[in-house]
Each structure stands twice: as structure tokens, then as C-alpha cells.
């Protein structure tokens, strides 16, 4: 009967330890995602759209699209390139009555080197205007639709991937 009691009390001990070691994992893996959401909620859009018709031809109008970039944040170039952080891009979708007429145009990115991707990266800070034109297909009022993706860092941390899109109602009779 003692040695069944001996291993009766070291099951138990064995337990209340597996059981320690769970709370502790628990508790580490709670502070860690706390730790990402305070991060994250210092700015959590550091990066603010908007979009105007600048210009107009007689086909075409010109867009501006601009991006205000809070402080401490950088946004990455439209011309990054490929093996570091996701570049900036700009588009419009096939379905609609506008078809873009050239490239996108945008500032002269920053340029340093960036151990994390081991390669020079190419970015915005403070605020980026990009600018293109679009044909409109018809001679009425239309809704512009135009699609932003981008991915945003500060020196602690990368905000995941983020797509957005913004709109611009253009009087084509104008």
C-alpha cells in the first residue's frame, strides 16, 4: 500500500507540473500577442489615401493619388525591387468604363540598405503623390475605382499586406 501511495503522489506531482508548465506557455503566448496589438495600435493606419482628378485633356484625365505617411512609418516604392519588402501598386480593374493611357507615376523613392532583407530597399516617408491618366469610355458620369496594395513598416514592425480602394466620380461632359 505505501509504494502505491509513493506512485500515486508522483503522478499527481507529475501532473501539477505538466500543468505549471501549460500556465506558463499560456501566460508568455497572451503577453506576446498583447505585446503585437499594443504595437499595432500606436498607429494602426499609418498610411492615409485619398485621391483628386488633377488634370483634365480632352480625352484624358489625369489622377493624382496621394499617400500620407505618418511619422516614424515608411511605405515601400512602387519601383522596389523584387527579393526585398512588397512594393507599392496602383491599379485599376478591367471592368469599369475608364482604361489607364501610360504608367504611374510617383516620387523619387529614399533608397538604404535594409539588413532584414539583406538588400537595398527603395521607400516613402512623410507623404508620396502618384500620379496617371485614365481615357473614360463613355461621355457620362462614372464612378473611378482604383485599387492601392501596400505593406507599411516602422523600425520595430511590418504591418501585414493591406489593399484598399478609393474612388473618384469624374463628369466625363465636363
Not at 499527481?12 to 505585446?35: D, F, M, P
Not at 499595432?40 to 499609418?46: G, L, M
Not at 496621394?66 to 527579393?83: M, N
Amino acid at each position: 500500500m505505501g509504494r502505491q501511495t509513493k506512485e500515486v503522489r508522483n503522478q499527481k506531482s507529475e501532473v501539477r507540473s505538466q500543468e505549471s508548465g501549460a500556465r506558463r506557455l499560456g501566460i508568455v503566448l497572451v503577453a506576446a500577442v498583447c505585446a503585437v496589438r499594443v504595437l499595432a495600435q500606436e498607429n494602426p493606419n499609418p498610411i492615409t489615401w485619398t485621391i483628386a482628378e488633377a488634370k483634365r485633356s480632352k480625352d484624358t484625365v489625369q489622377v493624382r493619388v496621394t499617400a500620407k505617411i505618418a511619422d516614424t512609418w515608411h511605405l515601400y516604392s512602387i519601383a522596389q525591387p523584387p527579393g526585398g519588402p512588397i512594393p507599392t501598386r496602383i491599379w485599376i480593374t478591367d471592368d469599369q468604363p475608364f482604361k489607364m493611357t501610360g504608367d504611374i507615376h510617383g516620387p523619387k523613392a529614399e533608397s538604404s540598405f535594409d539588413s532584414n532583407f539583406n538588400m537595398d530597399v527603395a521607400y516613402y516617408e512623410g507623404e508620396a503623390e502618384f500620379q496617371f491618366a485614365v481615357k473614360p469610355i463613355n461621355t457620362s458620369k462614372q464612378t473611378l475605382h482604383v485599387r492601392a496594395s501596400y505593406q507599411t513598416c516602422n523600425d520595430r514592425l511590418c504591418l501585414p499586406p493591406k489593399t484598399v480602394t478609393l474612388t473618384l466620380d469624374i463628369d466625363n461632359k465636363k
